[in-house]
C-alpha cells in the first residue's frame, strides 16, 4: 500500500481495521509517526490502540538514544497500566482526569505518553494546549528536566495555537544544554513564522550556520517566511550561501521566497546566481511555472533592470500579468524615465485586445497619470486617458485623485477643477487624494480660485474627512497662494498639535509668514524655533523659505546670519535664498552691504552654481546698490 495514502489516511479519518497490519508494519517508519505526531487531527479509536502504541513505542526508542539524553535524565521503564488509563481518558477527551492522574506519577517516560495522546488528540487545540502548559510546568516544578523528545512534542503540540509558548521552550532548552536537533528545529521555525519573530530566527539561523543543524527544504521556507513577513530581506543572503555550498534541494516555495527577498533587498547576483541554479537543475521547472517566471521578472523590475524585463515580458507566457507590468510602469517612473512609462502603457493598452487579462485597471490609469503628471509634458496623453475612463466609466478616488493631479501638473488647473466640481456632482467626494488634489489646482491659479478653495475647504469639513500631514500643508499652501495668508497660518497653529508637521509644512506656514510681511515677524521666528526643534522641520526647501520670511519680513540681518547658519551645516543653499540675501544687501549701508554681496557672490562660486541671466542681474543690480557699479558677465564670471 502507498505509504502517503496510508499516512494521509492515519490523520484524516478514524483508523479502520482493513489498514491496521499495513499501518502496524510502517510503525517505526519516521513519515509515519511525525504525521500521526504533528497532525494531531487523526481519530483514535479503541481498535488502534495497538497500533498506537507501537508508534509510542517507536518513536520512543528511535530518537531516546544516549547522546540525546539531557545529563540529569533518567529513563523510566514504561508504566503499562499508566499508558492504556491515560489513553483511555483522552479518548474520552477527560483530559483533566488524564492531567491528574500524570501529578499523581510523574515520569519524563509518562510525560510523554501524554503528550502523545495530546498531539493525536481531536480535541478543540486550545484545551489540549491548556493541558500541555499544566504538564510543563508540573515537570518544572518538580525539577524534573524533560527530554529531547519530550520537548518536540510540547513545541509540536503549542506550535499552531501557541506558537509564543514554543519560543518560550526552545529558551528553555538553551538553559539547560539540552541540544537542539533537526527535528526540534524544523518545529521551532514553524513558530518563528506563525509569531513573526525575526530575533528567534537569526538564532535560529546562527545554528545553521555553525553547522551544528542540517535543515529540510521546509525548514528553510518557514526562515525565509518570517524574513519575508519582517521585511528584513538582507538574512536572505546568507540561507542562499548555506544552500548554494551544501547543495540543499530547492523546492517551488523556495524559488519563490528567495526571489521575492532578493527583489525587495535589490541583490540582483544572487538573485541571477538563483536563476542559473533554477536553469541548470530543474528546467523544466522554469519553462512550465508562470509564478516562478513572475517571480523573476519582479525581481528585475525591482532591481532596477528594466529593458530586461521588458524582454521577458514581451517574450513569455507572463506577459499575461498585469501586476508586472503595473510595477514595470511604476519603476520606470520612480527612475523619471516618464516616457518609457507612457510608452509601455501604450503598449499594455494595445494588447488588451489580444489578451483580455491584459485590459487596463483604475491602478493601471492611476500608474500612466502620475507618469503624465511627473512629465508635465504630454497633455493629450491626460486627456486620452480622461476619455477612457469615462467611456468605461470607472470610478475610483485614487484614480481621481491622480487625473485632476495630473491636469494641474499640465497647467491645466482650470481642467483639474471642472473634472473635481463634476465627480463630486455625480458622487459626494470623500476622498483625502481627491480632496488634496483640489486644492493643489486652486493654489496653482492662485487668488482667481479662492472661493472655489473655500468651497472645498468646507466640504472637507462638512463630510467630517480626516485631514493628513499632505491635505494639511495644501491647505496652508492654498489659503497663502491664493492671497489669505492669515488663514494659512490659522490652519497651521490649529493642526499642528494634531498632527506632525513635515518639513513642507514649516516651508508653507514660513511662506505664509513671508505674504504677510512685517507683522509676521514674530510668528515667524517662532515658527523658525519650532522648526529647529522638530527632527524633520529644517532641510532645503524650508531653508529657502526661512530666509526669504526674514528678508520679507524686514528682519536682514536674521536672514543672512541665518544663511551662513545652514551653509556652515553643509545645507547647499537654494537659488532663491542667494537672490534673499542679495536683496537685503543695500540696508546695511555701502561698506558693509558691499562685504554681504561679496560674501554671497563667493558662496555662489563655492556651491557651483551657473551664474543665468537672473543670477547675473540680481548680482549687478546688489554691486550697483552698495556702490560697487561692476558690470558681471557670464563668461568672466
Known amino acids: 500500500m502507498n505509504l502517503h495514502k496510508v499516512v494521509s489516511a492515519c490523520v484524516r479519518a478514524t483508523l479502520q481495521p482493513l489498514y491496521l497490519k499495513h499501518i502496524t508494519s510502517l510503525a517505526s517508519h519516521p513519515v509515519v509517526i511525525r504525521s500521526l505526531l504533528i497532525k494531531g487531527n487523526a481519530v483514535i479509536t479503541s481498535h488502534s490502540r495497538g497500533c498506537v502504541h507501537s508508534f509510542k513505542r517507536s518513536f520512543s526508542t528511535d530518537n531516546r538514544t544516549s547522546e540525546n539524553k539531557p545529563p540529569s535524565e533518567t529513563i523510566e521503564p514504561l508504566d503499562v497500566e499508566f499508558r492504556d488509563k491515560v489513553q483511555e481518558l483522552c479518548e474520552m477527551k477527560d483530559f483533566s482526569a488524564a492531567l491528574k492522574l500524570f501529578q499523581q506519577k510523574i515520569t519524563v517516560e509518562n510525560a510523554f505518553e501524554l503528550l502523545v495522546c495530546l498531539n493525536t488528540s481531536t480535541a478543540p487545540k486550545p484545551e489540549l494546549c491548556d493541558v500541555g502548559m499544566s504538564v510543563y510546568s508540573t515537570l518544572l516544578n518538580k525539577h524534573i528536566i524533560p527530554s529531547r523528545q519530550v520537548y518536540y512534542l510540547f513545541i509540536c503540540l503549542f506550535n499552531k495555537f501557541r506558537p509564543e509558548k514554543s519560543i518560550d521552550i526552545y529558551h528553555d532548552m538553551l538553559k539547560l544544554d539540552v541540544g537542539i536537533d533537526d527535528r526540534c528545529f524544523s518545529e521551532l521555525t514553524m513558530a518563528t513564522f506563525a509569531k513573526k519573530d ?13 553547522q551544528k543543524i542540517e535543515p529540510t527544504a521546509f525548514a528553510l521556507g518557514n526562515l525565509l517566511g518570517t524574513l519575508e513577513a519582517c521585511g528584513s530581506p538582507k ?4 540561507i542562499w550561501r548555506f544552500i548554494e ?6 523546492n517551488r516555495a523556495l524559488f519563490l521566497r528567495l526571489f521575492s527577498l532578493f527583489a525587495e533587498g535589490k541583490y540582483i547576483q544572487e538573485g541571477e546566481n538563483l536563476v542559473l541554479t533554477l536553469t541548470s537543475r530543474y528546467p523544466d521547472q522554469l519553462k512550465t511555472d508562470k509564478d516562478i517566471e513572475s517571480a523573476i521578472i519582479y525581481m528585475n523590475i525591482k532591481c532596477g533592470k528594466l529593458e530586461k524585463a521588458l524582454t521577458q515580458l514581451e517574450k513569455r507566457q507572463s506577459s499575461h500579468v498585469l501586476k508586472l507590468w503595473e510595477e514595470l510602469m511604476d519603476a520606470y517612473t520612480q527612475q523619471k524615465d516618464f516616457f518609457s512609462a507612457i510608452k509601455t502603457f501604450d503598449k499594455l493598452n494595445r494588447m488588451k485586445n489580444d489578451h483580455p487579462s491584459l485590459t487596463p485597471t483604475a491602478l493601471t490609469y492611476t500608474l ?3 507618469a503624465c503628471a511627473s512629465s ?4 493629450q496623453k491626460v486627456r486620452q486617458i480622461e476619455e477612457i475612463v469615462q467611456k468605461r466609466r470607472i470610478n475610483d478616488p485614487q484614480l481621481n485623485g491622480a487625473l485632476i493631479y495630473a491636469y494641474s501638473r499640465n497647467n491645466d488647473n482650470q481642467r483639474a477643477l471642472e473634472i473635481f466640481m463634476k465627480l463630486d456632482q455625480v458622487e459626494p467626494i470623500v476622498s483625502v487624494k481627491t480632496f488634496t488634489e483640489g486644492l493643489v489646482a486652486c493654489g496653482n491659479l492662485g487668488p482667481t480660485a479662492l472661493e472655489t478653495g473655500k468651497k472645498i475647504h468646507a466640504l472637507i469639513q462638512q463630510r467630517n474627512t480626516p485631514i493628513d500631514t499632505k491635505m494639511y500643508n495644501q491647505l496652508i499652501e492654498m489659503y497663502t497662494r491664493c492671497g489669505e495668508p492669515q488663514t494659512a497660518l490659522k490652519i497651521f497653529e490649529s493642526q499642528k498639535n494634531v498632527l506632525t508637521p513635515n518639513e513642507f509644512t514649516y516651508m508653507c506656514a ?7 510681511g512685517p507683522t509676521a515677524l514674530e510668528t515667524g521666528k517662532k515658527i523658525h524655533k519650532e522648526a529647529a526643534d522638530s527632527k524633520e522641520g529644517i532641510g532645503i526647501k524650508s531653508l529657502r523659505a526661512i530666509v526669504q520670511m526674514y528678508q520679507m519680513c524686514g528682519d536682514n540681518k536674521k536672514c543672512i546670519e541665518t544663511f551662513h547658519e545652514f551653509e556652515r551645516r553643509g545645507l547647499k543653499p537654494p537659488m532663491q535664498a542667494f537672490v534673499s540675501c542679495l536683496a537685503t544687501a543695500p540696508t546695511f549701508g555701502k561698506e558693509e552691504g558691499l562685504k554681504v554681496v561679496k560674501e554671497i557672490d563667493a558662496a555662489i ?7 543665468g541671466f537672473v543670477l547675473m542681474e540680481k548680482l549687478n543690480q546688489a554691486y550697483s546698490l552698495c556702490g560697487h557699479d561692476r ?6 564670471a
Open 631 to 636: 558690470s558681471i558677465d557670464s563668461k568672466t
Open 368 to 370: 500612466a497619470l502620475k
Open 510 to 516: 514660513f511662506d505664509a509668514c513671508s505674504a504677510i
Open 235 to 238: 538574512e536572505a543572503v546568507t
Open 198 to 210: 525575526l530575533s528567534l530566527t537569526r538564532k535560529l539561523m546562527e545554528l545553521v550556520n555553525k
Open 605 to 611: 562660486t563655492k556651491w557651483g552654481f551657473v551664474r
Open 245 to 250: 555550498k551544501n547543495n540543499v534541494p530547492l
Open 376 to 379: 508635465g509634458l504630454v497633455i
